[in-house]
């Protein structure tokens, strides 16, 4: 079997970031990036290969503030990352953004012939997220390409201090599979759980409703899927200069077509993530906290080869 590999979307621009590019922030104690951990747990929960979908203008910075390094921790281990570029050359004037989450993954084709998890730069996963994605691909048959996993996590764990959060909520079945997914922006963190604006004021949400985070597990096969649907999503924009070719966007419609089943996955683990400027602190906190209880080494790697 192919190893399994771990694709980071790491393109995007961040805007409501400001103009620091958030996934270079540091946050660990000797300067390691959310990007540090999510490889760290993906290589010890059984991940062979790790490829990031950067921008060509950002190689350079990532080469500098985590590539090389993470070559020279993981070389031991048999691992070294890959980069793909998000090509932006073919953008409409105007347009400074990227096409999205699926038009990066698209730039993967040709690159990936296993099964392989897809993560956001940004956010912090945990590690049971990762041991739930590897005994999924483990269990990976040809036979069933369309076949996909999400890994699931509570609404009420995924929320910011610092304002409001676009959050997938999923509708699943009595089977555990993905009936549906909403993009809903807004949501907030309140003193009962978790809410969002709406024209009428404030709705309150089930804090323990499984929503997604773009952790996917997913197939070569929907590598082959994303190329024809990007030419059918060009020929249809209505909005060239915001108009987004998005994951989730892309596997709802799988799902209500019958073109695809995705099992959810759910983890019992915390997200944290780079929202805005204000969520480095909070962040920062949350790493100490688990080096402090022994998560994590100080010194992050070294335990990977024991």
Known sequence: MS???????AAGV??????????????????????????HDAVQAGFGRVAFIIRRSTYGDFRAV??????RRLAPLGVRPEYVFQET????????????????????????DGPFTVI??????????????????????????NVYGMIGFALKNT?????????????????????????????????????????????????????????????PAFLEDLRT??????????????????????IGSHIREGKARVQVLPTRDEWFGMTYQEDRAAVTEAVRRLVEDGTYSEDLFTDLGR
């Open 159 to 219: 929320l910011s201090e610092a304002g409001g959060v676009t959050r997938g909520l999923c509708a699943v079945d009595d089977s555990g599979y993905l009936a549906g997914i909403r993009e809903t922006r807004g949501i907030i963190k309140t003193p009962q759980g978790a809410a969002v604006r709406t024209d009428s004021g404030l709705v309150a949400l089930d804090g323990d409703q499984l929503v997604s985070m773009n952790m996917w597990m997913l197939t």
């Open 229 to 250: 649907g990007f030419a059918a999503f060009r020929a249809s924009i209505r909005d060239p200069l915001h108009d987004e070719y998005l994951l989730p966007d892309i």
């Open 120 to 145: 956001n730069a940004d956010d912090y996963y945990g590690k049971h997220a990762f041991i739930q994605a590897q005994r999924f691909m483990r269990e990976y048959s040809p036979k069933e390409q």
């Open 66 to 71: 985590i590539g090389d390094r993470l070559e």
């Open 89 to 112: 050359d073919d953008l409409p004037a105007g347009r400074k953004k990227p096409w999205g989450t699926g038009h990066a993954l698209l730039s993967c084709l040709g690159l990936l």
């Open 3 to 9: 190893k399994t590999t771990l694709v980071v979307l």
């Open 14 to 39: 961040g805007a409501r970031y400001g103009k620091g590019i958030k996934q270079l922030e540091p946050v660990g104690p000797n300067g390691e990036l959310i990007i540090d951990y999510s490889v």
